[in-house]
């Protein structure tokens, strides 16, 4: 069954960046739609970014876009959460998040609704 682990978390200053990583283990994600959410503490969880399969096309929260990218390496099994000018508001713990489909049509319900989540990342940005 496949696994979804994330990598990549850390600590950073404000305007600083990081790249989260999303692996399947036990599986290839290759054939399906991947999405980052993430959940601050005493927050609702949020969608953050989409990319679909067949298409590769991308979805972004408004408050990250132009400042996150999503992409994906199929050869590598991998999809990858790039996140510059980070700032505080930023900080949450990240999850990869699939729902079996090929395409996604959001970053967030109801185009994107995720059925299988990884363990979570935390992203701290603080100076």
């Known amino acids: 069954q496949v696994q979804l682990v994330e990598s990549g978390g850390g600590t950073v200053q404000p305007g600083g960046s990081l790249r989260l990583s999303c692996t399947g283990s036990?599986?290839?994600?290759?054939?399906?739609?991947i999405g980052w959410f993430r959940q601050a503490p005493g927050k609702e969880r949020e969608g953050v970014s989409c990319?679909?399969?067949?298409?590769?096309?991308?979805h972004y929260r408004h408050s990250v876009k132009g400042r996150f990218t999503i992409s994906r390496d199929d050869a590598a099994n991998t999809v990858y959460l790039q996140m510059d000018n980070l700032k505080p508001d930023d900080t949450a713990t990240y999850y990869c998040?699939?729902?079996?489909?090929?395409?996604?049509?959001?970053?967030?319900?109801?185009?994107?609704?995720?059925?299988?989540w990884g363990q979570g990342i935390q992203v701290t940005v603080s100076s």
């Open positions: 998040t699939t729902d079996w489909e090929y395409y996604c049509s959001g970053y967030g319900p109801p185009g994107f609704i995720p059925t299988l």
């Open positions: 036990g599986g290839s994600l290759t054939s399906y739609a």
């Open positions: 990319i679909s399969r067949n298409d590769y096309s991308t």
